[in-house]
């Protein structure tokens, strides 16, 4: 049990575009998603903290007009890096906290983002 | 300010054991995560301590001292698999996952 899922695993695209990553938990209600970004040879850099139905909490120096974040249903939650340049490269991770626990965090296969 | 250290890298020989130290200080306390990271991967979950004392679980084990502030997770018969980043993450009064920066252990033949 406690899945979670992302989609795509990896995509590249243009200096300039948009790049939605979908995170859903596959067989358990996440009221919380948590986004993360993991430059190469960092730890990971939460950026935000989602609930469901509300809007998503920001961590410092995480622009929330670049990196606009939903969670729409208790299973999935969705991050949009919007006019996306190269400096936006890394391997973006969810994860999520689900009801019957209030600690642990069920971590995604992660997406890695190249734009060129 | 919340604050977690630990190692930033150590070297192991295979079939040997290993110790990996985190010391903690965060806003209150709520139990200690230790995950494990592969290149390229996502964390993966290893333990949780929230009381004082060792968790054994197969050849990992980890220990806790919530007066210190400390913790160890200790890795028994070590294989080359077990080369990869171990994260030790924090829960504070908020229930937000405070993150060390990793330990990358380097397994040797």
């Known amino acids: 049990g406690a899945v979670v899922s992302q989609h795509p695993s990896w995509v590249i695209c243009k200096s300039g575009t948009s790049v939605k990553i979908e995170c859903r938990s596959l067989d358990f209600q996440a009221t919380t998603m948590f986004w993360y970004r993991q430059f190469p040879k960092q730890s990971l850099m939460l950026m935000a903290t989602?609930?469901?139905?509300?809007?998503?909490?920001?961590e410092q120096g995480v622009e929330k007009d670049k990196f606009l974040i939903n969670h729409a249903s208790l299973t999935l939650s969705t991050l949009t890096v919007t006019s996306a340049h190269p400096e936006d490269s890394s391997f973006y991770i969810c994860s999520a906290r689900g009801l019957a626990s209030s600690y642990e965090q069920y971590f995604g296969p992660g997406t890695r983002l190249t734009v060129t | 300010g919340q604050n977690i250290d630990q190692p930033t890298e150590m070297t192991a020989t295979e079939g040997a054991i290993v110790q990996i130290n985190c010391t903690y200080q965060t806003s209150g306390f709520n139990g200690l995560f230790w995950y494990q990271q592969h290149a390229g991967e996502a964390p993966t979950f290893l333990s949780y301590n929230v009381l004082d004392g060792l968790e054994e679980k197969g050849r990992f084990s980890s220990f806790l001292s919530r007066s210190k502030g400390y913790s160890y997770l200790l890795l028994k018969e070590l294989q080359m698999k077990d080369s990869a980043s171990y994260l030790c993450?924090?829960?504070?009064?908020?229930?937000?996952?405070?993150w060390g920066a990793g330990t990358k252990l380097i397994i040797k033949p």
């Open positions: 989602s609930n469901e139905g509300s809007k998503a909490t920001y």
């Open positions: 993450a924090a829960i504070d009064s908020n229930y937000q996952l405070i």
